[in-house]
């Protein structure tokens, strides 16, 4: 009989590697000038239509303030 060491074969599970943070985070898309230009009209909308409610919650809250005042 020998002496030496013999390995056993356990299989190890086979793990996907974890995606780097690098590229994740690196995506660039590319688009055309014309849908570039509506994307930014859209952000344009959407900001207006959030200073519009800005604007108006701050109107409704100083009549409720001035209400308050009153009574």
């Known amino acids: 009989m ?6 056993s074969a356990v299989a190890k599970p ?6 780097s943070e690098v590229i ?3 995506t660039t898309y590319r688009v055309s000038k014309a849908q570039s230009l509506r994307m930014r009209a859209y952000d344009k909308r959407v900001e207006a239509a ?6 108006a919650a701050e109107v409704q809250k100083a009549k409720a303030d001035k209400k308050a005042l009153a009574m």
């Open 14 to 19: 086979r793990l996907a590697k974890p995606r």
């Open 2 to 7: 020998s002496t030496a060491l013999v390995k």
């Open 24 to 26: 994740t985070s690196r």
């Open 50 to 55: 959030e200073a519009k409610k800005a604007k």
